[in-house]
């Protein structure tokens, strides 16, 4: 049986002092990426990728998989593991220190996720974005660069 999250309390209380090991849940599909808008909180406005802390005794896959679930209501095949994303931004706004662990994610066969207005696939930014997040994306071939400008 695992334990049940942290309060509001413990979780700013350890995480203003270590880093956070979270899970980025990049779901590739025929359109692009699966990318949500934060509504609350201080990325509030942002899009990203979905993700997730990683709960005390929670194997990576299981995190995957739940976070999948929670924020998406989906349950993608969990894939190969793409590399880390470091947030210097959060900590440089006063906020965490999360290290994101991402997993590329496939849906099955004619699956498609449209039922909350949040998510949205994208082959590109939607709207504003972590640059970390940005970077990462592009750098693995999921998001495509901005146009060149015209001479």
Known sequence: ???????????????????????????????????TERRTGPCAGLWHIPGGTVRFGESLVAAVR???????????????????????????NGLDSPVGLAFLCELDEGHRHDADMRAVWCTGPPGPMHAEQVDFLRGHGLLAAPPEPEP
């Open 1 to 35: 049986m695992s334990r049940p999250p942290l309060s509001e309390r413990e979780f700013h209380e350890i995480y203003a002092r270590v880093p956070r090991l979270t899970v980025e849940v990049v779901v590739r599909g025929p359109d692009g990426i699966l990318l």
């Open 66 to 92: 739940r976070v999948a679930a929670d924020e998406l209501g989906l349950s993608p095949r969990v894939g190969p593991f793409l590399g880390y994303i470091e947030y210097p931004s959060h900590y440089r």
